[in-house]
């Protein structure tokens, strides 16, 4: 149970383009969602705490025109990385704090920015 | 000073051998302990909680030390399958919702 289904699993775009990357929880309703940004080599870094119905939470540093967030649903969230550039690329990773089950993540979506 | 500190390693251990990781995190006020294990390229999955009194886990064994600010994992008779890094996390935040990771420490075991 406590499943978190990401997608895409990885994407290439080009410099200036938006992507969207979205996270469901399949079995268990999600009222908050964590997105989280790992570079090579680092730890996952919090980027924002999104709750369902309202506006996300950003951790310092964290551009909230750049990354837009929406969880309008208890099982949809999703990050749009807008008009993104190289040094945005990076794993992008999404949690959920289950009732049962701790935190379960989804498996990440790799982006690269061309 | 990074809120969670872990030696990035790579450790690289024979099959079979014992390895011990640790770990240290600086805010006082963190409330929950946990060792996530992360394969390359993949999420992280959580190995253990790990609690004050220490705990157990087939090979696996976790121990808190709350005065000292310290964590740490023991692998016993390590399999090829164990090769990963291993993530501390710690929970911390207000509401006691977010989770701190460090860098993470990476295991080889070789034959």
């Known amino acids: 149970g406590a499943v978190v289904s990401q997608h895409p699993s990885w994407v290439i775009c080009k410099s200036g383009t938006s992507v969207k990357i979205e996270c469901r929880s399949l079995d268990f309703q999600a009222t908050t969602m964590f997105w989280y940004r790992q570079f090579p080599k680092q730890s996952l870094m919090l980027m924002a705490t999104s709750n369902e119905g309202s506006k996300a939470t950003y951790e310092q540093g964290v551009e909230k025109d750049k990354f837009l967030i929406n969880h309008a649903s208890l099982t949809l969230s999703t990050l749009t990385v807008t008009s993104a550039h190289p040094e945005d690329s990076s794993f992008y990773i999404c949690?959920?704090?289950?009732?049962?089950?701790?935190?379960?993540f989804g498996s990440g979506t790799r982006l690269t920015v061309v | 000073r990074k809120e969670v500190e872990q030696d990035p390693g790579p450790f690289n251990v024979p099959e079979g051998a014992t390895v011990a990781f640790n770990c240290t995190y600086s805010n006082s006020a963190s409330q929950s302990f946990f060792w996530y294990r992360q394969d390359c390229r993949k999420e992280p999955k959580l190995l253990m909680s790990?609690?004050?009194s220490g705990n157990e886990d087939g090979r696996f064994t976790a121990q808190l030390n709350r005065a000292s600010q310290y964590i740490s994992l023991l692998i016993r008779d390590s399999k090829l399958s164990d090769s990963a890094t291993y993530l501390c996390?710690?929970?911390?935040?207000?509401?006691?919702?977010?989770?701190?990771f460090g860098t993470g420490t990476q295991l080889k075991v070789e034959l």
């Open positions: 949690s959920a704090r289950t009732t049962n089950y701790g935190y379960t």
């Open positions: 790990v609690y004050s």
């Open positions: 996390v710690v929970l911390t935040g207000g509401g006691g919702n977010k989770l701190t």
